[in-house]
């Protein structure tokens, strides 16, 4: 750190703009060549021993907030290079325990009645439960420090003839606000307060929760593809807690712990719990009596969960999808004769809307989420339009001209026809009972199967009524690139944009991403505004295949790292990105108003 020591040094007290950090510049004198005049050249990347410290511009109008990603060798961390299938846990378990020594450094800045841009403030990634990939903390080959320092910015090539191949490393990165008009401060803080507590860190890290960090990771791994060859769509540990503090997303103090019912009870790679089947499964019980919070953990079942958490073998298909109603969303093209058979001057096999209605957006979200390739529907009928879900026999012999085809009519041809599965939780309504394959109550957060009761109260009311032909499921829609742009009508200027209140502003768009109830990190909605961005801007056809782009792109970053998808140009999106599935870039696109969709083809 004594080269950017002396880049601080250099500066005009009251900088605001940093340059010469930035550019790295640097005198180098080669040795090996001594009739060899020093020359010139520039890196942001600065070293403490062996660990790099890599400066870099967070976005125009941030020159006082640089990024630095901090490159430690993983021979200092005692470990080997990482399986590349276990690698995000491996770099989860790092930023987290991280963050304490960042937590250090900001209570000895914190000064209550000053600002972070006087106190000076560091910026870490707060990982929720779930193990996400990041550009926050990853593996990566890194270079090696090749030289040895001289006086200011002079370095000196080393000339032993030793060969310093890139070598594999923990990157962590985080964001430093550098305090105003305070530049020995900012000296401080950049080049010895941060590189010592790398240093304790290091030391400080316990062995044995990385070992079961990793071990968690390979049974998460395994259990994960026993499922996609099973007979199941997820899996509910024994032990595990699923209520939530109060507010927050840690695991509730004292909580019942989650016990599988006896018939249900499976063993997965050395672990017990609950094994809920494909096809159609219904959870009820009466209020507080936790269906909602069995439900809610099987949706964050499509993530890995942190040692700690309370969820860590909840397991679920990955392509699982939660579905509402959602008032007001757009609608282009979509397919929704299966639930809607007519509309009032439409044709529902082509419907488009620009505020639909709580049943057409929630008939609109299942079509599209089967288009995308969902394998599992997750419903919670207090989120659900009540004339979607059900419709009773009395209701159905006095209405005759209804146009709605209601969920329980359809829900087990999308199983038996399509293979995709449906839990549902349902409290008020005994529609679904009679098409269940497995009914489920709840009470006290304890699980009974009373499947055999509900068939047997089933049939004493009578036979089910007849359900409708089978539908026509497929979609037929073509993207055009006309209007897939991120920059608006006559500009010559993109516009990006992220909103706090859920919300996506691209091009002439404002995407309201508030029903994409699976996105669980302020970092996957960042990566998902620039993942929208990178499809359009490197776009080149017209029609698009956007399905073919989307696995492109995930294609590349998994190649890359996340971190291919940042631009400093856009002030409004954070530097620490997550990335989000698949189906949540689908459902963004189909959420855009402005886009021209015509029929013909497929979208996903």
């Known amino acids: 750190m004594k080269r950017l020591r002396s880049k601080l040094l250099s500066m005009e007290p009251n900088t605001i703009t940093y340059k010469a950090m930035y550019e790295g510049g640097m005198t180098i004198v080669d040795p090996a060549h001594p009739t060899m005049a020093p020359y010139v ?63 250090e450094l900001n209570a000895a800045l914190y000064n209550r009645s000053r600002p972070d841009e006087e106190n000076g403030r560091y910026y870490l990634c707060m990982p929720g439960g779930e193990i996400l990939r990041r550009n926050s903390a990853y593996f990566a080959l890194c270079p090696q420090k090749d030289y040895t320092n001289g006086a200011g910015s002079t370095v000196y090539l080393l000339a032993d003839g030793i060969a310093r191949p890139p070598i594999f490393c923990l990157c962590l990165r985080i964001r430093v606000q550098l305090p105003r008009k305070k530049l020995r401060k900012a000296v401080q803080m950049l080049c010895r307060d941060l590189p010592d507590v790398v240093e304790r860190f290091i030391g400080g890290l316990d062995a044995d929760v990385l070992r079961r960090t990793i071990e968690l990771a390979a049974r998460q791994a395994a259990i994960r593809a026993w499922l996609k060859t099973s007979d199941y769509c997820a899996f509910v540990a024994n032990g595990s807690i699923l209520p939530r503090a109060k507010g927050t997303d840690l695991p509730m103090m004292d909580a019942i712990p989650f016990k599988s019912a006896p018939n249900d009870e499976i063993a997965i790679c050395g672990v017990r719990g609950m094994g809920i089947r494909k096809g159609v499964t219904v959870i009820t019980g009466g209020g507080y009596s936790g269906k909602s919070t069995l439900l809610d953990a099987i949706s964050a079942g499509i993530y890995d969960h942190a040692l700690g958490d309370g969820r860590e073998l909840c397991i679920t298909d990955e392509s699982a999808v939660t579905i509402s109603a959602e008032d007001g969303r757009s609608v282009k093209h979509v397919n929704i004769s299966p639930f809607i058979k007519w509309l009032p001057g439409g044709d529902t096999r082509d419907f488009s809307t620009e505020h639909a209605s709580g049943s057409t957006s929630q008939a609109a979200n299942i079509m599209e989420a089967i288009d995308c390739g969902a394998k599992l529907l997750l419903i919670d009928e207090d989120r659900s339009a009540t004339n979607f879900m059900i419709r009773d026999r009395m209701m159905k012999a006095l209405i005759e001209k209804e146009p709605i085809t209601p969920f329980t009519d359809r829900v087990n041809e999308l199983h038996t026809e399509h293979g995709v599965s449906t839990i549902l939780v349902i409290g008020g309504s ?175």
């Not at 990024?67 to 690698?87: H, K, Q």
């Not at 497995?438 to 009761?453: A, C, F, N, Q, W």
């Not at 870039?585 to 015509?598: E, Y």
Request: proline share 5%; hydrophobic share 40%; glycine share 6%.
């Open 41 to 103: 050249d520039y890196s942001p990347i600065y070293y403490h021993e062996r660990i790099a410290f890599a400066v870099s511009v967070t976005h125009k109008l941030a020159q006082d907030r640089p990024t630095v990603v901090i490159s430690i060798p993983c021979e200092m961390l005692g470990i080997d290079v990482v399986d590349r299938a276990l690698e995000t846990a491996a770099a989860d378990y790092f930023l987290r325990a991280f963050k304490p020594y960042v937590d």
């Open 430 to 604: 005994g529609e679904y009972l009679s098409v269940a394959d497995r009914i489920y109550l709840m009470e006290g957060y304890r699980i009974y199967d009373v499947t055999e009761k509900s068939k047997h109260i089933c049939q004493s009311h009578g036979a089910a009524s007849e359900l409708p032909p089978p539908a026509d499921w497929r979609q037929n829609r073509i993207l055009r690139a006309e209007r897939f742009s991120s920059y608006p009508a006559g500009s010559g200027t993109e516009r990006l944009a992220v909103s706090d209140m859920g919300f996506v502003c691209i091009g002439d768009e404002t995407i309201d991403v508030r029903g994409l109830h699976d996105m669980v990190s302020p970092g996957q909605l960042n990566a998902l505004s620039l993942m929208l961005r990178y499809l359009a801007v490197s776009n080149r056809d017209d029609p698009i295949n956007i399905g073919q782009r989307a696995d492109e792109l995930y294609a590349r970053i998994e190649e890359e790292g996340v971190d291919i998808l940042y631009t400093a140009f856009f002030t409004t999106c954070s530097r620490f990105l997550d990335l989000p599935r698949r189906q949540e870039l689908m459902a963004l696109i189909n959420r855009m108003r402005q886009i021209c969709l015509t029929k013909g083809g497929g979208l996903s």
